[in-house]
């Protein structure tokens, strides 16, 4: 099946410092998504990308869909401790009816107040 | 409020026991999903329902049976044939292709 490659795996950082994530995958997505998962809750979708090269925000985040179709990143500035938890990336090739999402293994973000 | 229900929060498993978890929603999606989390694996799917009365199998379907009676419910059988069910599993529903799915707060399932 397809594969994403999500790095890095766990990041400790610094309130207030800048964060950036990525995704790689072997094959083309036409759409990407992003989501943030908090300790024993379903994840919560961020941002969703549907065109090659597309940069979308909302508030602090900004994620782009790669030119390639093949990756996407997403960016959090000034980070807070909230923004703690695991961030996953997630490609859909939506041909005919098909909806599945391949997701990658996530980055778990800490951030020391 | 619109959403995703799942139930029960925690759940227990008997050696050779059949248990059910719940997932309802109210946002009139057509397709639903179910999905195994566990730790540093990412979501794994299960099974996936696009119609009423209609599903198919997911990466790891083997030890679980799923129905699509109705559009709002999609219920997840973890089965004795499941050797390995303790995991975190989440219900996810979506409206049309391309649009995003979102998820319930997953049900936790531990071996007693």
């Known amino acids: 099946g397809q594969q994403l490659n999500q790095s890095p795996q766990s990041m400790f950082i610094q309130e207030g410092e800048d964060v950036s994530m990525n995704c790689t995958s072997s094959s083309i997505f036409n759409t990407w998504l992003w989501y943030k998962q908090d300790p024993g809750e379903g994840p919560v979708l961020l941002i969703a990308?549907?065109?090659?090269?597309e940069l979308t925000s909302n508030g602090r985040l900004t994620a782009q869909f790669g030119i390639t179709r093949k990756d996407s990143f997403l960016n959090i500035s000034a980070s807070i401790p909230s923004d703690v938890g695991i961030y996953f990336c997630?490609?859909?090739?939506?041909?005919?009816?098909?909806?599945?999402?391949?997701f990658g293994k996530g980055t778990l973000l800490t951030v020391n107040p | 409020d619109g959403g995703i229900t799942q139930s029960p929060k925690y759940l227990f498993r008997k050696e050779g026991q059949n248990v059910t978890l719940s997932c309802e929603q109210n946002?009139?999606?057509?397709?639903m999903y179910w999905y195994r989390q566990d730790p540093g694996q990412g979501l794994r799917l299960i099974y996936y329902s696009q119609i009423v009365n209609d599903f198919q199998k997911g990466d790891i379907a083997e030890g679980y049976s799923v129905s699509r009676e109705k559009k709002e419910s999609f219920p997840l059988t973890v089965t004795s044939a499941q050797k390995n069910p303790t995991a975190f599993y989440l219900c996810?529903?979506?409206?049309?292709?391309?649009?995003?799915?979102?998820f319930g707060d997953g049900t936790r399932l531990s071996i007693l």
């Open positions: 997630a490609g859909q090739n939506s041909g005919g009816s098909n909806y599945k999402l391949t």
């Open positions: 996810a529903s979506s409206n049309r292709v391309r649009q995003p799915q979102h």
């Open positions: 946002l009139n999606h057509d397709a």
């Open positions: 990308l549907y065109k090659a090269g």
